[in-house]
């Protein structure tokens, strides 16, 4: 079982930067891939970023790649997204999931856990 926790979130002017952290319970964080998904207002959550369980590879979506990045520290069980020139688009609830697998995965149904979410807001 791994319990995930988002925090960061707030209110930003586009063009700036935020960081959003997540934290795990559990003592094996290090054997999940992470993803960070979003959710804007009547849309579908879609995926943003993931990373392996060692931290040696990443993907993200187009809309964020260059913008923003994902990193990991096992050894704090927490998985961060740094975002940066913040567009009002990126406005969403952005929540942190963990699949039980080495390899990166994008895919919703792919992810065993989720955190409840931040609110990321983009004024223009």
């Known amino acids: 079982q791994v319990h995930l926790v988002e925090s960061g979130g707030g209110l930003v002017q586009a063009g700036g930067s935020v960081r959003l952290s997540c934290a795990a319970s559990g003592r094996t964080f290090g054997r999940y891939s992470m993803g960070w998904f979003r959710q804007a207002p009547g849309k579908e959550r879609e995926f943003v970023a993931a990373i392996t369980w060692s931290g040696d590879g990443t993907y993200f979506t187009d809309a964020v790649k260059d913008r923003f990045t994902i990193s990991r520290d096992n050894a704090k069980n927490t998985v961060y997204l740094q975002m940066n020139s913040l567009k009002p688009d990126d406005t969403a609830v952005y929540y942190c999931?963990?699949?039980?697998?080495?390899?990166?995965?994008?895919?919703?149904?792919?992810?065993?856990?989720w955190g409840q979410g931040t609110q990321v807001t983009v004024s223009s």
């Open positions: 999931a963990a699949a039980q697998t080495s390899g990166i995965v994008h895919g919703p149904g792919q992810y065993d856990y």
